[in-house]
């Protein structure tokens, strides 16, 4: 058994950020990842990272246009921490060497992106993630830190109480992909998830094969609520082949966006009169996607981004990384050609539900960066607002998780309040009744003792893991595979009720296969199939929570569209999706936006761009 | 180049321990994984016929090895048939291979998009990222090997541990002992500088270069063109003073430093983020040269 005061989960920004803090406020803190830090998704973040730096901009500013993009479903105490934060976080990057682009007189460049009303935007070229991300990774070296890499965290190791909220975390399982070796890792502190997306929920996906949403699954079955999971970010340029990311950075600088016809349809077919190709990023998405239903689309399938006209020097200067990508996987050379792109799944709004230091409704459990919903971005994330939510929201969870003191927190976790049940029924049965309870015990008496509830977690584990390997089954790529099928055709950019239950059937479906599926890999060593069996799971608890939110939730607002819904209900849905696993049978439940900031309250508007 | 594999030694005498006195579980993995192989065996048969009534595929042959594996202790080669599809990476065939045919076929990889650098490799005898190479330029059969001059620890996948303990040999941190007064002032930095390190700054550690220089592959200690690249990284920016230029200066020329680097350029043809690593390891050298000379 390993023993810390504060164990990482995640590698990322999120996570290499929250161990700094932890450490620099006293702790003993250790980071547990499946990737070693470098290999994390982060470095794949291109854009850049919003901060009002100058006297012409203010946070006010940046927290009225993150509400405006949220669709008025992000919380205002969350979204203006990010606020008042990013810049100090931005600067303390630079400090540590982080190599941004610069302007004539040295500063730190910023640029135009979707939904912002200044160029706050700044960024290292098109590679502002993997700056970040090393940048980073170079501080946790200096300082020491414990990493543990190519470690699979299994499950957390929670007590048992009947409510998640009198519930304590008093460490992690993992699995050392290496050896094969389950070992406990004891946090006398706190255990902080920062595992990042899940975008391999669906096939066509700007994240990782990693991104399968371990921390969210993890924590969910250990009791804490996954909030907000219909709403996941469909990004409007990513290659049609791969799925890989062009940035918005493009349309910062200038690109534009072309139908079959030549028609530069965000204003031609007044998608966004205002402001064209910047406006938000699901207006976009769904503008695109209504030219190539419309029979506007070069081979039905995407549209064209044209930069050509921004001219080499300044492609090269800004967007550089952009030409090796659309080379690389697209064949295409956007120096002399249109570049074609379509909508993929990019990031995930909801996550574990936490409160604005990251705290979860599980004592000593926390959560930050993309698999946390604090939340900073509602119902749609604006660009540039995510690296930042890593910095600022990994920081605070650190601090907090080492035992600073951080004041009283105005976002609630569980079911505090003004929370409020559901009458939605659903046709298809959901959840799993007779798999793992919430937590360690599994013979009556509650289990609250530390070390006995680690070590209970460790053992099932174990046999969880020979069980695997040991018996014949199904393998689990081709339940996976078509669970993002099923995940990519209906509960897409658009969607509708009958997909919805029909995808719901499908992941039902699933669940049963899944029962049946096996390791065949014997070895111990290296056993990425054992893995990735892992991993399957956890998208599939996931997909279902997604999918019942977006069935419950009977109106458009930001990334969610539904077809029988065309409006934004605010009377009825100003409020959060909350999806508890209760022991197998999931629970539907919701609770309030806050929309009252610090000195004002942020009145939901109409939303266009 | 040859492919090292660990030498076997006492530590597998456990498992053999435990396979004196079966038990009933050892028992069912043994029979389990003689069926595995036998289904294996029968599925790259039928797939071998398949492939030849079929032009559109491609040819693999991967290296295979695990060192507590029977069969796969002794490396070897497993050929794979896959239907090819236009922009198919090698990345996307060794996927599909694994999902389709056989799912203990292990490889590193995560971005996809050559960021992560998770899946360099030895493809047809030159280090490359198999995410970025296209099938369509290479000639067939493919042959798929783990990176030369690294222990393997299982079919395509290398213990990078050597690696990341150069890189941080070289204090792979920025360090600066002037800060600007204002609280939320950052440092100036002209754009001349910055595009100075930027190429420097791309390094994914993938190990690619370490993997294809000669002279790491003769030297343990040496610190070979990524650690060098990291230094050189911050050894040019200016942010970070004179002071500490001379001390990363005195690093890099330590014994197993840049001097033993004989410009074969090997590493600059392998990288695929296109840093010209040989030039800095150069520049380094002339650095240290009229840093040494301005003390005479």
């Known amino acids: ?33 499946k990737l070693h830090p470098v290999r994390s998704h982060t470095g794949a973040a291109e854009g850049g990272i919003n901060a009002a730096l100058r006297d012409a901009d203010s946070w006010e ?68 993630g993997h700056q970040m991300l090393h940048t980073m990774y170079e501080q946790v070296v200096k300082r020491g830190i414990t990493v543990y890499d190519e470690w699979h965290v299994m499950e957390l190791a929670v007590t048992d109480e009947d409510d998640p909220a009198d519930r304590t975390c008093h460490g992690v399982v993992a699995y050392d992909i290496q050896s094969g070796e389950v070992s406990g890792f004891r946090a006398e502190n706190g255990v902080i998830l920062a595992t990042g997306g899940m975008g391999q929920v669906f096939d066509h ?167 946390a919903c604090a939340s900073v971005h509602g119902a749609n994330r604006l660009g540039g607002n995510a690296l930042p939510e890593l910095i600022v929201f990994g920081k605070r969870a650190g601090r907090h998780a080492a035992g600073e003191e951080m004041g009283e927190a105005e976002v609630t976790t569980g079911k505090q309040g003004d929370w409020e ?94 029962k049946d599926v096996a390791v065949s890999d014997p070895s111990r060593t290296f056993n990425t199939d054992l893995i990735h069996t892992m991993e399957t799971r956890n998208i599939l608890d996931i997909a279902e929570a997604l999918t019942m939110g977006a ?43 806050i929309l009252e900031g610090e000195n004002k309250t942020y009145e939901p508007k109409n939303r266009s761009y | 180049m040859s492919t090292q594999t660990p030498k076997q030694t006492d530590e597998s005498s456990e498992t053999d321990a435990e396979t004196e006195v079966p038990s009933k579980g050892d028992e069912r993995r043994d029979e389990k994984r003689r069926r595995a ?53 090698v990345l996307d065939a060794l996927m599909y291979s694994r999902d389709t045919y056989d799912s203990s076929l292990t490889f590193r990889h995560s971005c996809r998009q050559a960021v992560c650098g998770s899946d360099a490799m030895f493809v047809n005898g030159g280090q490359k990222l198999a995410c970025k190479t296209q099938i369509s330029e290479l000639e067939e059969p493919i042959r798929v090997e783990p990176l030369p001059h690294a222990d393997v620890e299982k079919d395509l996948v290398v213990d990078l541990e050597h690696f990341y303990d150069q890189m941080e040999a070289v204090e792979p941190y920025f360090q600066t002992n002037e800060y600007p007064d204002g609280e939320l002032e950052e440092q100036r930095q002209t754009r001349e500088n910055r595009e100075k390190i930027k190429m420097s700054t791309r390094c994914i550690w993938c190990s690619a270069c370490m993997s294809s220089c000669n002279i790491a592959a003769g030297d343990n200690e040496y610190l070979g063109p990524a650690a060098i690249n990291k230094a050189y990284r911050f050894a040019m920016d200016d942010r970070e003073g004179e002071e500490i230029k001379q001390k990363r200066l005195e690093i890099i020329e330590q014994e197993h430093g840049v001097w033993r680097c004989q410009t074969q350029f090997s590493c600059t043809e392998v990288c695929p983020k296109d840093i010209p690593l040989t030039e800095h390891i150069q520049e380094l050298k002339r650095e240290a040269v009229k840093n040494n000379l301005k003390f005479w």
């Open chain 1, 1 to 33: 058994m390993h023993e810390h005061d504060v164990i990482v989960v995640g590698a990322g920004g999120a996570g290499l950020r929250a161990a700094i803090a932890a450490q620099e406020a006293g702790a003993d803190v250790a980071i547990v990842s």
């Open chain 1, 61 to 128: 500013d940046h927290a009225y246009d993150t509400m405006k993009g949220s669709d008025y479903l992000g919380d205002a105490p969350a979204v203006e921490a990010l606020c008042q934060e990013s810049p100090e976080e931005v600067i303390q990057l630079e400090h540590w060497g982080m190599p941004f682009s610069r302007e004539e007189d040295g500063r730190v460049s910023q640029r135009p992106f979707g939904g912002l009303s200044f160029p706050r935007t700044t960024y290292a070229g098109a590679e502002t």
């Open chain 1, 205 to 371: 996906t700007t994240n990782a094969v990693a991104n399968t949403g371990d921390g969210v699954a993890m924590a969910y079955r250990a009791g804490v609520p996954m909030e907000d999971m219909e709403f996941i970010q469909f990004h409007p340029t990513t290659l049609p082949s791969t799925g890989v990311l062009i940035s918005e950075g493009v349309r910062g600088e200038g690109g534009i966006l072309y139908n079959e016809d030549g028609e530069r349809f965000m204003f031609e077919h007044g998608y966004a009169n205002n402001d064209g190709e910047l406006a938000s990023r699901d207006v976009v998405s769904r503008a695109e996607l209504t030219e190539v239903n419309e029979g506007r689309g070069i081979e039905d399938e995407y549209v064209h981004l044209d930069m050509r006209h921004l001219g080499e020097e300044r492609i090269l200067d800004r967007l550089e990384n952009i030409l090796h990508l659309a080379e690389d996987f697209e064949g295409a050379d956007g120096l002399t050609e249109p570049m074609p792109v379509k909508p993929g799944q990019h990031y995930a709004m909801g996550g574990i539900e936490t409160n604005e230091f990251g705290e979860t409704v599980i004592g000593g459990l926390y959560a930050a960066g993309e698999c």
């Open chain 1, 421 to 514: 049940p559901t009458d939605y029924e659903f046709e298809v049965e959901v959840g799993e009744t007779g798999g793992q309870g919430p937590a360690a015990a599994d013979g009556g008496a509650v289990a609250t003792d530390p070390d006995g509830v680690l070590k209970t977690e460790v053992e099932r584990a174990k046999a969880r893991v020979e069980e695997l390997l040991a018996r014949k089954g199904r393998n689990h790529a081709e339940i996976r595979s078509k669970v993002q099928q099923t995940m990519t055709a209906n509960v897409n950019v658009f969607r509708e009720e009958g997909r919805l239950e029909e995808t719901l059937g499908d992941l039902r479906e699933a669940r049963e296969a899944y």
């Open chain 1, 551 to 593: 069935l419950a939730r009977e109106e458009f607002r930001g990334a969610h569209w539904r077809k029988e819904h065309q409006e934004r209900k605010d009377e009825n849905w100003l409020k959060h999706t909350l999806i508890s696993w209760n022991d197998g049978e999931p629970e539907l439940w919701y609770k309030p936006t």
């Open chain 2, 37 to 89: 192989a036998e289904e294996r065996a029968r599925r790259q048969a039928e797939e071998a016929e398949k492939a030849a009534a079929d032009e559109e595929t491609v040819e693999l042959k991967v290296f295979r090895y695990d060192p507590e594996i029977e069969g796969k202790q002794e490396p070897r080669f497993d050929t794979f048939h896959v239907p090819f599809t236009k922009g198919m990476t």
